[in-house]
């Protein structure tokens, strides 16, 4: 199988960060690469099933818009803190 060329190559480096929930029900993984910030959400459901989503933000206002929008920030509000602040960080430093 071809690889996603939307998969930063970051992906499974030391510069990509990964959050979740203290009872594991969240998580979210950050990547930076050429063509923005790819996160990839997963939210485990009470029967067991997961929900999984992925994104790619080519700019920082974009993704911020996104996170406000999520439920996290009130069922996971550290968890919500820690993805926008994390986030601002990886796209201060690919620019």
Do not use: N
């Not at 923005?36 to 929900?51: K, P």
């Not at 406000?68 to 550290?78: H, K, L, N, T």
Request: with cysteine.
């Amino acid at each position: 199988m071809k690889p996603s060329t939307l998969l930063p190559s970051s992906w499974h480096s030391p510069s990509g960060v990964t959050l979740h929930s203290d009872d594991g029900i969240v998580s979210f993984r950050l990547a930076p690469g050429h063509r923005g910030l790819f996160v990839e959400r997963i939210r485990i459901r009470q029967e067991g099933a997961y929900v999984a989503q992925s994104a790619v933000f080519a700019d920082e206002r974009s993704f911020q818009q996104w996170c406000d929008a999520d439920s996290i920030r009130f069922d996971y509000p550290m968890v919500y803190v820690s993805l926008k602040r994390e986030g601002s960080t990886l796209f201060h430093r690919g620019h």
